[in-house]
């Protein structure tokens, strides 16, 4: 297998796993992406979920939002 397909092997077994995890709760979803690749979304940094909020398309930024509220339900961006 190259490299090339491994990737895309990856990529698609991650996001059969993020349907999956869809129905489950949003927390335990990990990472696919960045520098936190493979963290779970509840073990992300509070500044990490912040920038996430702010830059990441409409999904991964409404996980990220709302484990930001789960944390910190008085926070307003």
Known sequence: MTHVQ???RKK???R???KYLAVTE???RRLT???HTGKMIKDLPLDYLKW????LDDLWADYFSRELQRRKPNYKL
């Open 16 to 18: 059969q796993w993020n």
């Open 26 to 28: 949003y927390t335990e």
């Open 33 to 35: 992406f960045g520098m």
């Open 6 to 8: 491994d990737k895309v």
């Open 12 to 14: 698609l077994t991650a």
């Open 52 to 55: 996430g909020v702010l830059n």
